[in-house]
């Protein structure tokens, strides 16, 4: 006989999900307008009142951005970052106005024009009300750990990337290269504060912005348009900087748009009679149909898109019978005193029991991240080796049977199921 081996142990299944217990998230400078979409159906906004609140975000802090005498730079960067955040919180889960502030108080720090939570929202008050008070007022106690709270989950939307564009010095700079007049550059500056109410400044550079801007101010004025568009000179410049037509026309249909359907709400647009934006829109679209430029410059396949989406973070409070709105779980009232605007990290070890939470890490660079993500892997990688083993059995022998003579004993025989012998030759009788 062969001697017996033994088989090796089988690999233990993987239970659960395998790899590292982190999710990487990668800052994004700009954004498709397909992406901007299936971000804000993903965090669940309410897409009929998204405009009005994306609106109403950007006049509120140019109103603060004014009665605190900020730059440009701030303004921008506050613009930016509100427009992240609402791309990533649900509109339920805070109220436009202190995600406008937080995002202005993000934006100071980032730009070095510091100022505390309740400088900005004394300034705010101030500015709507007759009624003037002063930082140190204790309404401002509760509106204050509110902002607070909020400027943690404000850091994690734009995943940490303190860098801003601003394109105010790119128009400026256009503006004295094409040698236009004063009165054209100040309202192309108008126009570009206005911008921010659209998703232009998220989708497009600042070059792209600062031609869209300035060809815009020309159409109203109606002069200088040769300066700005068709020229040979203009053309090449485009190439120089970068920038391609079809950019500037998209930015272009966004503003004309915008000073169409909500023309009061903005500060270009209550200057001047709708029927010119009209007569605008319908100018570019002609170009657009001799040209045959698409509505959006670059777009984005829907399954591409889809796969861009990282898994959201464990939203705070990592209790899931708990809801936020307005920064307060469900025990807390908006306003309430006893609310101290501390927000629990979504990688805390308070959530609920039995809920692992993963680590959460923010880069800047993509190409970085699956460079790193690629190393990560091979050693999560699960791999199966088959072989075969040959093994030699003996041959089992099969039982041999000895039979007896009819005059022998030692068992049954035949019919005589009764008998019994004993092996003497004698047939056994039956009682």
């Known amino acids: 006989m062969a001697p017996a081996t033994t088989s090796p142990a089988q690999p233990a299944q993987p239970v659960g999900p395998v790899g590292p217990e982190s999710l990487v998230k990668v800052s994004t400078q700009y954004y ?46 506050a613009a930016r970052y509100y427009h992240r955040f609402r791309m990533e919180h649900k509109d339920s889960e805070y109220q436009w106005q202190d995600a406008a502030v937080a995002a202005l108080l993000c934006a100071c720090k980032i730009e070095d024009t510091l100022k505390k939570s309740r400088d900005i929202l004394c300034a705010m008050h101030n500015y709507r009300s007759s009624e003037q008070l002063s930082p140190d007022d204790p309404r401002f106690n509760s509106p204050s750990a509110i902002v607070l709270g909020l400027e943690r989950l404000m850091l994690e939307s734009s995943k940490f990337d303190f860098r801003n564009r601003t394109p105010h010095r790119s128009l400026l700079k256009l503006a004295k290269y094409l040698a236009l007049p004063g009165p054209t550059t100040k309202l192309a500056l108008a126009i570009l504060n206005d911008s921010y109410k659209t998703w232009a400044p998220m989708k497009q550079t600042c070059t792209a912005m600062a031609f869209a801007c300035l060809e815009l101010a020309c159409h109203l004025l109606n002069r200088d348009l040769e300066q700005i568009h068709g020229s040979e000179d203009i053309a090449n410049k485009y190439e120089e900087l970068g ?4 950019e500037v026309m998209e930015t272009l249909l966004d503003m004309t748009e915008l000073y169409t359907h909500c023309q009061k709400f903005t500060t270009v647009g209550m200057m001047w009679d709708v029927d010119i934006f009209i007569q605008i829109r319908i100018h570019l679209n002609r170009e657009m149909s001799e040209h045959n430029f698409e509505r959006f410059c670059h777009s984005i396949d829907p399954a591409t898109a889809l796969a861009k989406l990282t898994p959201k973070t464990p939203i705070t409070p990592a209790s899931p019978e708990e809801t ?28 609920s029991k039995g809920v692992k939470q993963d680590t959460v890490r923010f880069m800047l660079e993509r190409e970085q991240a699956r460079e790193e993500q690629a190393v990560v892997e091979r050693y999560w990688k699960v791999e199966y080796e088959e072989y075969e083993i ?14 007896r003579d009819r005059q022998g004993g030692g068992g049954y025989r035949g019919r005589d199921r009764g008998y019994h012998g004993h092996g003497h030759g004698k047939r056994g009788r039956r009682y």
């Open 243 to 246: 920038c391609l037509r079809e």
């Open 32 to 77: 498709f307008q397909q992406e901007i979409n299936i971000k804000l159906v993903a965090s669940g906004s309410n897409t009929q009142r998204e405009e009005q609140y994306r609106i109403q975000g950007i006049q509120l802090l140019h109103d603060i951005r004014n009665a605190l005498q900020l730059p440009a730079q701030t303004f921008t960067c």
């Open 324 to 351: 936020r709105t307005n920064g307060h779980t469900n025990g807390q009232a908006s306003g309430n005193g006893n609310s101290n605007g501390n927000f629990p990290s979504p990688s805390s070890s308070g959530g």
């Open 390 to 403: 040959e093994i030699e059995e003996p041959i089992p022998v099969a039982p041999v049977h000895h039979g």
